[in-house]
């Protein structure tokens, strides 16, 4: 079983910065994929950013440029660094990790201000 604690969420205006970090423990196999989605009021989850397998990353179209995932193997944290933010990136960014059967965090939440 593979717990996943995520922290850093808050309100910052547009423009600004956040970093989320996301801590795995637990897992008896390998984290094969790591990362992060999101989930905005009244709309699907979507993926963000995530590592699919090494060192090898994937982004959404809309947060490339602007966001920048990175890892601490010696710590399994996995980190969000989150630039010039937009009130469009506010929702629930959830971490999520992939071994033989998916795991989800508790969710933080991101709120941007205009």
């Known amino acids: 079983q593979v717990q996943l604690v995520e922290s850093g969420g808050g309100l910052v205006q547009a423009g600004g910065s956040l970093r989320l970090s996301c801590a795995a423990s637990?897992?008896?196999?390998?984290?094969?994929?790591m990362g992060w989605f999101r989930q905005a009021p009244g709309k699907q989850r979507e993926l963000v950013a995530q590592f699919t397998s090494g060192t090898n990353t994937a982004y959404a179209d809309s947060v490339k440029g602007r966001f920048t995932i990175s890892r601490d193997n010696a710590k399994n944290t996995v980190y969000l660094q989150m630039n010039s933010l937009k009130p469009e990136d506010t929702g629930v960014y959830y971490c999520?990790?992939?071994?033989?059967?998916?795991?989800w965090g508790q969710g933080t939440q991101v709120t941007v201000s205009s």
């Open positions: 999520h990790a992939v071994t033989v059967r998916e795991y």
């Open positions: 637990g897992s008896k196999f390998s984290i094969n994929v």
